[in-house]
Every structure is written in structure tokens, then in C-alpha cells.
């Protein structure tokens, strides 16, 4: 049996509905898609700046707390060099005050007569020569003369040996120390300095451990002692 035109036009009416209906459904699963898509990429962009933004938080962090330890470094070193320098400043102190009270013991005749006699008998001992040569203040020759008369005869009973002393009245030790002698040997190449100033060093240098301990207590930061 032959379709009529209004059954064709159904037909058509129905396959076109059938077509627009199709094609709806595709846009409608392409833009579900899409939408997919872009909530996912949406995330993963918000995500990576997300973890940029907390690495260059954390990067900052990591750079101020370094920097703070480096101030913190800076202060307590710069603490310790004040500190030390208070302590070398009052132990020079010290020093200057021993050399003021060296300058007071030439004063006392009696007293720097004895010193210096000790001062050169120990030369003599370190020498052990035969000819020596003594240089001292210009002020200080007459006493030395003494000296040397009284530390002679000591000297030779003690290494029984015979000894030949020159006072050097050419070159003086400076009138500006506080006194005691230089003691050489005959060609003058070996000296033994036994000025006041010298043996005052020579003590600070020996005694200074033990100086430091007094003044301001043990260091802990040292395992042994001198």
C-alpha cells in the first residue's frame, strides 16, 4: 500500500525530531565535557600556583630564618670581641701599672743594687764565658760597678771558672727605661736581656694563664690549661 503525503511527512517529521534530538544530546555531552575538562584543568593550574606560591613562602622563610641566625652570629661575636678587648685593655692596664712600680724600685739604692745583682749573675749563667761585656743606663755605672764586684767571686765558686766583666761606657741602655742590664758575650753576637722591662714581659707572658684565670675565671671553651 502507497504512503500518502501526510504519512511521509510524518515519517520525515519523525526522523528530523529523531536527528534534533540526537544532536542535542551531543552538545549537550560535549559541553558536559568541556565543563569536565576545564573544572579539571581549572584545578590542576589553581593546585600548581597553589604549591608555587607555599615553595616561594617556604623558600622565604627558609631565607629570613638564615638571615636571622646570621645577625644573631654577628652580635655575639661582635659580644665577644668587646669583651676580649675589655679584658686585653684592663690587663694592659695591669702592665702599665707594673712598669710604673719597676720605676720605683731604680729609686730605692739599697734594693735596685740587689736586683741588679741578680739580674747579672743569672746573665753570667746563661752566657758561661769567659769575657762578657754589660751595657746599662749612663745613670746607672757606678751601681753596676758594684754589682759587678759583689756577683764575681759567687760566679767563680759556683762554676769554678774565672770570668772577665767589661762595662760598656760607649753605648748606654736608654735613660728611658726603667733600669736593669744587657749581658753579652765577648764578639757580642749573644745577648741576654735582663732589663727590668724584659723580665716584666717575660714574667706577663709566663704568668698570664694564670693572670686570666684570676681575673675572669676559667674558659670554658678550653680543655687545657698552660
Known sequence: MALTDADVQKQIKHMMGFI????IESVEEIHGKAEEEYNIEKGRLIQTQRVKIMGHY?????????????????LLNQGRLKVLRARDDLIGDLLNE??????EIAKDPVAYCTLLEGLILQGF??????????????????IVKDAVIKT??????????NIAVRIDQERFLSSGICGGVEVYNDNGKIKVANTLEN????????????????????????????
Open 152 to 161: 764575681i767571686p759567687i760566679y767563680k765558686e759556683a762554676v769554678k771558672k
Open 125 to 142: 749563667y746563661q752566657l758561661l764565658e769567659p769575657k762578657v761585656t754589660i751595657r746599662c743606663r749612663q745613670q746607672d755605672v757606678e
Open 58 to 74: 617556604e623558600k622565604k622563610d627558609k631565607q629570613i630564618e638564615q638571615q636571622k641566625k646570621i645577625q644573631m652570629s654577628n
Open 199 to 226: 723580665r716584666l714581659e717575660l714574667m706577663a707572658h709566663q704568668m698570664m694563664p694564670e693572670v686570666r684565670m684570676n681575673l675572669f675565671g676559667a674558659n670554658p671553651n678550653r680543655k687545657f690549661t698552660d
Open 20 to 23: 534534533e534530538q540526537e544532536a
Open 98 to 103: 707594673a712598669r710604673q712600680r719597676l720605676a
